[in-house]
C-alpha cells in the first residue's frame, strides 16, 4: 500500500493487525489482470489458517484465476463511530481447493455464496504480502478547499 505522506492520523498496520481487520468483515473486493486488463470483483471471504478463502463459478473471474493471475484482496471498514477507518490489502497466489476435508471447512467456517447460481469452485489465496493502515476520518472542512473570501458579484451575479 502506497503512502507518501504520512499523516499523523495514519497508522500503518501490523501483520496481526491485518488479519484482525479481515477478520472482522467478510466483503472484499479482488483485483487481478485478465488478458491485459484490469479487473475488480466483490466477494464474500473467510480467512483461514493464513490465507482466504473464497467461491466462484463460471466466468471471467474463473478464467482469470485459472491462467494463474496473482491477485489482490482489498478490504475496508471503520469503526461504529465513523470516526476512524481501516484498509488492508492481501497480495498472493490463488488455487483451486478440490480436497474435500479442505471444502468442508470452508463450509463449517461459514463460506456460501450470496448470490444464486454454481458458485462450486473454491479459492484460496496464499498472501505473499499484506499491508493496511487505520486513519482518523478527516472532516469535510479539512479536504474541501476554502471558499475564495475575495471573490466578488458582478453585476449579472456571477462569481469571480
Request: aromatic share 8%.
Amino acid at each position: 500500500m502506497e503512502n507518501t505522506s504520512m499523516d499523523p492520523d495514519t497508522t500503518e498496520l501490523s501483520v496481526h493487525d491485518c488479519w484482525k481487520y479481515l477478520q472482522s468483515v467478510s466483503i472484499g473486493r479482488i483485483a487481478l489482470i485478465n488478458g491485459e486488463e484490469p479487473e475488480i470483483f466483490p466477494v464474500n471471504y473467510v480467512p483461514n489458517y493464513g490465507t482466504v478463502l473464497f467461491r466462484t463459478g463460471p466466468g471471467t473471474k474463473h478464467d482469470a484465476l485459472r491462467d494463474g493471475a496473482v491477485i489482490a484482496l482489498e478490504a475496508d471498514g471503520f469503526n461504529r463511530y465513523g470516526t476512524v477507518a481501516w484498509s488492508v490489502i492481501l497480495k498472493g497466489s490463488p488455487e483451486f481447493v478440490t480436497h474435500p476435508e479442505d471444502i468442508q471447512e470452508a463450509v463449517e467456517a461459514g463460506l456460501s455464496p450470496w448470490q444464486p447460481g454454481a458458485k462450486d469452485v473454491l479459492v484460496r489465496v496464499t498472501p505473499t504480502e499484506i499491508t493496511g493502515r487505520r486513519f482518523v476520518i478527516a472532516p469535510p472542512t479539512k479536504w474541501w478547499p476554502p471558499l475564495d473570501p475575495t471573490a466578488t458579484d458582478d453585476h449579472d451575479g456571477d462569481t469571480h
